[in-house]
């Protein structure tokens, strides 16, 4: 019964590459042409392979609406809260979830740091968009015509002589976050705090979240905790690969 499961998953990714005839199922799954057959049945059955009238076969709908279901019940904060507690503990420094919406880039888990110096961040409060590592990251990943109208409309405040001046430089900044696949804010927003950031990507490959690890430069130097930032992508990754369903490699 397992051997058979695993082969009628197995029709799945295959068709996810483009339609395909009765005799390439079998070819690929290594079975004779009635067992590709069996299987295909029950999967037609259940709405989630379709036969075409080129008698190929497809995805089939109930597929697609079983993913969007499955991905409109994911909690982003409930997968990554045990990895970013983790990562708390591991650092002492202070972690940070965020996500973009509605034209904001909101705090949507804290994980306090271990020394008396508490941030001002609170859950549910909009973060310093033009600074924040965590919105360089979110933005970032926007598509460019998006990216562009949000860095035009943006104030920009000058918390610190390092904060983002305008647009130009954000986009600039935007740039090199895309490339490098993380951020950085060394006092742009307070110029005693320093913090390091790490995308979280759905099974699109999109960033769903950030994360961030922060803290007072009287605690660490920007060296040090840039020397952190490797474990944050990891925690990065196991949460990405946790939210989006992926395997491990």
Known sequence: MSQSVGRALAILPMLAEGPAGLDQVA?????HKTTAMRLLRTLREHGLVYRQDDQRYRLGARLFALAQAAAESLDVREIAHPHLVR???????TVHLAVYEDREVMYIDKVDSRYPVRMYSRIGRPVAITVAAVAKL???DLPEPERRAVAE????????PRSTPDAQALLAELATVREQGWATDFGGHEESINCIGAPIRGADGRTAAACSLSAPNVVVTAD???ALLPQLRRTAAAISDDYSGRVPV
């Open 153 to 160: 409309r943006l104030d920009y405040p000058m918390y610190t």
């Open 224 to 226: 040090e905790l840039m």
């Open 87 to 93: 990562l708390g503990e591991a650092t002492g420094h």
């Open 27 to 31: 070819a690929r799954l290594g079975v």
């Open 138 to 140: 979110l933005l970032a």
